[in-house]
């Protein structure tokens, strides 16, 4: 079965400072991946999603992800953190045999110090 | 902006007692997911609707969960009885044909004492 690992369930870094979420899947054919962000008390919401095409992909709020192949990584990144992308990051991807189905990660707590 | 309604948002209730969850996904979505999302972890499939018929419903424990979109637009889950391990934060998500962007609702908060 398919499954993400979410490297680190707390990530602290300084307002400014380079954001880095780490996620890693398991497929035997790669999936189709998504970064969702979820405020408190919210549902969640789409950052970014690769399907096919360029492996470097950018979304909403200055995130940005690079899907890797020989590492089966989709790590997400900021190069500068901002006080309000303080949440919880879910990393997702799609099920081999039901491509609208999402297998989610764990997920990353991300804390942002002035 | 469209948004996927849910209500209520919160819901307490005693173990053994029914409870039902409705949302209203955006309008003209064809495809309408329910998830389960237990504190401290990622949400879970529970049922995945295409129109008014179900897609997947393999992670739902049928024995006391049950789903509806009758007619292809708002949907209900219903948990009967409920059970102490059922509190968490149930979601509802809606997507286009073939988008693979799914639109989630703000959720409903599910505390069964």
């Known amino acids: 079965a398919q499954s993400v690992t979410q490297l680190g369930s707390h990530v602290s870094v300084s307002e400014g400072a380079l954001v880095l979420l780490r996620c890693n899947y398991s497929?035997?054919?790669?999936?189709?991946l998504f970064w969702y962000v979820q405020y408190p008390n919210q549902g969640l919401q789409l950052l970014l999603k690769?399907?096919?095409?360029?492996?470097l992909v950018k979304g909403i709020n200055g995130f940005e992800a690079e899907f890797k192949k020989s590492e089966t990584s989709f790590h997400l990144t900021k190069p500068s953190a901002h006080m309000s992308d303080a949440a919880e990051y879910f990393c997702a991807v799609s099920d081999l045999y039901n491509t609208d189905k999402l297998i989610f990660g764990t997920g990353t707590r991300l804390q942002v110090f002035p | 902006e469209a948004e996927v309604a849910q209500s209520p948002r919160y819901k307490i209730t005693e173990k053994s007692q029914a409870v039902a969850f409705w949302c209203d996904p955006i309008s003209g979505h064809a495809t309408l997911y329910w998830y389960r999302q237990i504190l401290g972890q990622g949400p879970e499939l529970l049922v995945q609707?295409?129109?008014?018929?179900?897609?997947?419903d393999s992670q739902l424990p049928k024995d006391r969960f049950s789903a509806e979109r009758l007619k292809g637009v708002d949907s209900t889950l219903k948990i009967q009885p409920a059970e102490l391990g059922d509190s968490a934060m149930y979601l509802c998500?809606?997507?286009?044909?073939?988008?693979?962007?799914?639109?989630f609702g703000p959720g409903t908060r599910l505390t069964v004492t």
């Open positions: 690769y399907t096919t095409g360029a492996t």
């Open positions: 609707f295409q129109d008014e018929s179900v897609v997947d």
């Open positions: 497929s035997s054919v790669p999936p189709y």
């Open positions: 998500a809606s997507s286009a044909d073939r988008s693979y962007e799914q639109y």
